[in-house]
């Protein structure tokens, strides 16, 4: 079983699509993120949700927006993509708060605009 | 303001020999160190959590080392195997809000 699974694996579009990715998640837990990692490999949160409440949400263009219908699931949908928004998308979720849990990540959604 | 540095940046070795990354951070204050594991084209996993009291931790043929007064961390790899070869990422968790801070990662080449 998947503990944290993320749909598409791949997704390639152009400039100026709207798209989404999915999250889900088994393990029960209450906190679930996303992730942004660039061509240099840095990790960067994005968004957190704590029980579908938005917690963290980091400088981030407003062209992307997450969705929580409950707390095993996390939607990233992007409007307007750009070519910068290419990047590994990672959906993850922990316990609690990152801080003081354990994160498991998914396979990651390689994002490729044209 | 908050860093964390890991060195080298990318490292090639040998099967069957040892290594050992290096991760210094400069975060106030803090809470817990993380070394995860990164295979090409999945997503982060987590070998080791310590906490301030924690000064060793081993998971397999990981062992992770905190020197929390010199604020280093190294993570040692004993009798590397193929399957070693990935990124290996140092995250430090800051303040009362525990914010994660995660370094660049240090690339690791196993070959045979």
């Known amino acids: 079983d998947t503990a944290v699974s993320q749909t598409p694996k791949y997704l390639v579009t152009q400039m100026g699509n709207d798209k989404s990715i999915k999250c889900e998640q088994n393990?029960?837990?209450?906190?679930m993120y996303w992730y942004k990692q660039d061509s240099k490999k840095f990790l960067k949160i994005m968004f957190s949700y704590n029980n579908k409440e938005l917690i963290i949400n980091e400088t981030v263009p407003n062209r992307f927006s997450p969705k929580s219908p409950d707390k095993a699931h996390l939607n990233l949908h992007i409007n307007s993509l750009e070519l910068g928004d290419s990047a590994v998308y990672f959906c993850a979720s922990s316990l609690g708060l990152a801080g003081a849990y354990e994160q498991y990540f998914g396979p990651g959604t390689r994002l490729t605009v044209t | 303001k908050n860093q964390v540095e890991q060195s080298p940046q990318s490292l090639i070795i040998l099967e069957g020999k040892n290594c050992t990354l290096q991760?210094?951070?400069?975060?106030?204050?803090?809470?817990?160190l993380r070394w995860y594991k990164q295979d090409t084209g999945r997503g982060p996993v987590s070998l080791t959590i310590m906490t301030f009291s924690e000064n060793t931790k081993s998971n397999g043929r990981y062992t992770a080392t905190l020197d929390a007064d010199t604020k280093q961390s190294s993570l040692h790899i004993t009798a590397s195997q193929l399957s070693d070869s990935a990124s290996y990422i140092c995250v430090v968790s800051a303040g009362n809000n525990r914010k994660l801070i995660w370094g660049l990662g240090t690339s690791l080449a196993v070959n045979p």
């Open positions: 393990l029960g837990h209450d906190t």
């Open positions: 991760c210094n951070y400069t975060v106030s204050p803090f809470s817990n």
